[in-house]
């Protein structure tokens, strides 16, 4: 089973870092109190997509990451989802502003400023969802095959364009702002349970932000077990990661998904 689930994290955040998490606690706090934004966003956003794990453990090319995995294949995406989506992205910049201050953001929000910046072009220019512009495509390329080229548009509608794709991110980050402000509390359980135990399932999340207490070592425990393990030449040197695994699935089964 964890051989399984490791599998499907790979896939939905990419390889974690072999040594765990960085050596340095200031940026490891900092990716903590971005991914607990991330996660709080997504449990009290409307329509968005179920949280299944966070980590502040390297994966791929980021430093920390939170993983939404949909309850069924999705053939299409409706424009409260990606409102949802949008919302989400900003919850790391966020979480980062209000706790350290806006002169002490950081580069970690880049990869989801982009992402936004695709999707809500994609929105107000593609797919006719911004009532200003109108229902029409504005991306055709300036081709021969183009119906109306992009060129042709006017200086006005280009303008009105580009304002309501910054307002739809300021919208969207606002709403992140003030879920993220309503909920101090549990942002900041959920950034020091991330720093203790570096990896948090989406029950145990549930569990976190309603006070409660995780039944499992933590990870500073486990490889502090695992160090000592290696030095008695044990070949076996995380049974603690077992433990860690059975505990999961013993406590989830009381767990309720927050709306």
Request: glycine residues 6%; negative net charge; hydrophobic residues 35%.
């Amino acid at each position: 089973m964890h051989y399984l689930d490791e599998a499907k994290d790979r896939v939905l955040m990419g390889p974690a870092r072999t040594g765990g998490r960085i050596p340095d606690e200031e940026a490891n706090r900092n990716t903590a109190y971005h991914e607990a934004g991330h996660t709080l966003v997504s449990i009290y956003t409307k329509d968005a997509t179920p949280l299944h794990k966070v980590t502040i453990i390297p994966r791929g090319t980021s430093l920390g990451h939170t993983a939404m995995l949909p309850e069924k294949d999705s053939y299409q995406l409706t424009k409260s989802q990606m409102m949802a989506q949008l919302d989400v992205m900003m919850g790391g910049r966020v979480a980062e502003e209000l706790v350290f201050g806006e002169d002490k953001v950081t580069t970690g929000a880049a990869d989801d400023l982009r992402k936004a910046s695709i999707l809500a072009t994609q929105m107000v220019k593609a797919f006719g969802m911004n009532d200003k512009v109108g229902l029409r495509d504005y991306t055709a390329e300036d081709n021969d095959s183009a119906l109306v080229k992009v060129c042709e548009l006017s200086p006005q509608t280009l303008d009105a364009i580009d304002k309501e794709i910054n307002r739809v991110l300021q919208e969207s980050y606002n709403r992140a702002k003030e879920i993220l402000s309503k909920h101090k509390q549990e942002h900041k359980l959920l950034a020091e349970a991330l720093l203790e135990y570096e990896t948090l399932s989406a029950d145990e999340v549930h569990r976190v932000c309603s006070g409660g207490k995780l039944k499992r070592p933590t990870a500073a425990f486990i490889r502090s077990y695992n160090e000592q393990s290696r030095a008695g030449g044990h070949k076996q040197p995380q049974p603690m990661v077992h433990v860690h695994l059975l505990e999961e699935q013993n406590t989830g089964a009381d767990m309720q998904r927050g709306n």
